[in-house]
């Protein structure tokens, strides 16, 4: 087992010892032109919430990618704030459009009884309550 062991450590650093292949100056024109062309289609749109009512917090956030133009927003509360933000990225950086905040309490209330609801539009929807019957496992799923 131990002669296994050197023999495929000292393959591992042998191929980390040889030098790289360089690009060719046609090769890099090429991935250059690839990733122009990448970034000029690009299209996504995604979205997520989580609304616990057990922690009592909420977080949201959605953005949406029009070519080399991304647009979103984000939200929160904590029991303290409650904040907004709005954003832009574009050939002209990052920006932020809106940002809105406002005090709303001392903290967060704890409620052992509430639920957790979490959805996006990559995961899909599902709950959460607190499993008081096992001290050791604090949450379970309760798929919605």
Sequence with gaps: MFKFVLIASLLVAIAYAAP?????????????????????????????????????????????????TVRGSYSYFDGFVERHVQ???????????KDEMKDVGNGPQFNPEG???????LIGKYSIKLDKTDDEKHYKDIHA
């Design 20 to 68: 790289a292949r360089q690009e060719t100056e046609a090769e890099m024109l090429e991935r250059e032109a690839m990733e122009r062309y990448q970034n000029e289609n690009a299209q996504y749109s995604f979205d997520s919430n989580v609304d616990d009512k057990i922690n009592d917090g909420q977080i949201r956030r959605e953005e949406q990618r029009e070519g080399g």
């Design 87 to 97: 954003y832009i990225a574009d050939k002209d950086g990052y920006r932020v459009l």
């Design 115 to 121: 639920q957790a609801d979490i959805e996006g539009s």
